[in-house]
Structures are given as C-alpha cells and as structure tokens.
C-alpha cells in the first residue's frame, strides 16, 4: 500500500523487549525503533543496562524503562501478592537505576512499559494502573509516557493524569476479544510464524502507535524483520515514537 501524492504516511513505531539476557539485542537494535530495558526486577543489572543503554544510543534507538515485580526465578510471569507500598519502592529503584545509566550516557529515558506479570496485571486493574501512572510521573525529573494496550485500565488512567499514552500492540502475541494478551500457558499465545506476524501488521498498526517483538521469544530477529516489512507493505514509515523519524 502506498499513500496518494502529497500525503504523509503514517509513522509507527516498533520496540522491544532488551536487557534480559536473550543474545538478541545488537541484532534486534538494527531492526527496532524503541528498547525497553530491564531495570533488575527481572533480569538486568547495572552492567547489562549500560551495555543496552550505550549499544542502543549508538544505533539511534529510543531508550525506556521495563520494570517488573521483583521475581527473577520466575522471570516477571508470575503474579504476585505485593502490597502497593512495597511494590511501589521497587519499581521506584528500578527506574531510577535505568535513569541513572542513561543519565551518565546521556541518553534521555523516553518511556515507561511494565514487564510481563505487572503489565498485564495493570492493564485491568485500577490500582496497579494507578501505582505506574504515578512511578511514570514522579520517577525521574520528566514524566514518562507509559505503554498500554489500547483501551485498557492504565491507558484510561494515565490519561486523566495527564501522562501520555503510547498504544501498544504485539507482533508475536495473540489477542482475546476483550484487547488482552492470551496467557502464555493457553496454545497458540505465543506467535513463531513470521509469515502470519508480517500479515497482521496492517489490522493491528490500524489501532496503535507501536508494536512490541519480545526479545527472548524464539526467532525475535526474523519476527521483528517480519514485522518491518509488514508495516511498509502497510504503508507505514517506521520511527522513533508517533510523528518521529523513520529508520
């Protein structure tokens, strides 16, 4: 699909999911417009976060902040019972451990997307939506636009509080009806087929401003290639965030 004369085409974004040990990352930085970096909650360290930060500075990719609950065995996957003020600390010292890092390389935070559990968790429920409203808010000097699924609970709460909101969707993920991820345990959650990705992109990029390829899911690279060339084909240009530069 090409756009008629004289009419700019639409810019989306595509990010994913780095830092958290996968052996992706260089490759996926050359394809990807956008990193969410783990901050320690469920994988990452200082190091790693440098590393992610400086390879992804170096390609020109923005860089945000991917907290989780604080579950390292179970990979962020795993609902946990975490009362607000604890989690609240956590997820604190986790972006502002990114924050840092990307302060002393001089890259500017750009983003908010809770990690697995957490995120789907605060994609239905009020107070989880309302606790990364706040985090994204306060967290670091500029508040942080955050990640949501289009028409959930944290979309509707950040935008009353005035935090932008980037409307996500998942190369490599199937939908329920209601706009929720299917569970990782149910058959089919998980998208490998890079030919069925590369067919999807243009109903999904009709509803949202970026799309994620997890960087641990088996064959990221050619699923986020995949991915690319769905959204040209769509007639999309691929940028930073909505109304940024193309790659």
């Known amino acids: 699909m090409t756009s008629p004369p004289g009419v700019a085409r639409p810019t989306i974004g595509l990010n994913a999911d780095l830092g958290e040990g996968a052996g992706a990352d260089e490759r996926l930085l050359a394809v990807v417009t956008a990193a969410s970096i783990a901050c320690g909650g469920h994988a990452g360290d200082e190091h790693s976060m440098r590393v992610a930060v400086a390879s992804a500075a170096a390609r020109g990719v923005a860089v945000g902040a991917h907290p989780s609950y604080a579950d390292r065995s179970g990979f962020g996957r795993t609902d946990l019972d975490v009362s607000v003020p604890v989690l609240r600390r956590q997820l604190l010292d986790q972006v502002r451990a990114l924050g840092r890092v990307a302060d002393d390389a001089g890259v500017t935070v750009s983003h908010l997307k809770a990690h697995g559990a957490l995120y789907n968790a605060a ?32 979309a509707e709460v950040a935008s009353r509080s005035g935090i932008p909101v980037v409307r996500e969707g998942f190369a490599d993920r199937a939908m329920r009806p209601d706009g929720t991820l299917v569970p990782r345990g149910e058959p089919g959650a998980v998208l490998h087929d890079a030919r069925e990705v590369r067919s999807r992109m243009a109903d999904l990029a009709a509803v949202v401003d970026t799309i994620c390829v997890h960087g ?32």
């Open 123 to 154: 994609m239905v429920r009020d107070d989880l939506a309302q606790l990364l409203t706040e985090i994204a808010a306060t967290a670091l000097t500029d508040p942080l636009p955050v990640l949501a699924l289009p028409g959930s609970v944290l």
């Open 216 to 247: 641990d899911t088996p064959g990221a690279l050619l699923l986020a290639q995949a991915a690319r060339d769905g959204l040209r084909e769509a007639g999309y240009l691929v940028g930073a965030r909505p109304g940024g530069q193309p790659r």
